[in-house]
């Protein structure tokens, strides 16, 4: 590797928006937010999480749903 021309590989905290704080290392020098983690992501946790806006989910099961 070339020197001077990489960027710092800092360790920074991670918050997700469920609460969960983890560290990581990035070249960001700041906090990072995120919305999804390993803590609350339908595939790690098994449950299954539907943020509904303006009731689409509930427009789309009553057009196409079970009759």
């Given amino acids: 590797m070339k020197p001077e021309i990489h960027p710092d590989y800092n360790e920074i905290d991670v918050t997700c928006s469920c ?37 689409r989910v509930e427009k789309f099961r009553q057009k196409y749903g079970m009759k």
């Avoid at 906090?31 to 509904?52: N, R, W």
């Fill in 19 to 55: 609460g969960a704080k983890f560290k990581t290392r990035s070249t960001m020098n700041k906090a990072l937010g995120i919305e999804v983690c390993s803590m609350c992501h339908p595939f790690y946790t098994g449950k299954q999480k539907i943020v509904d806006t303006a009731g």
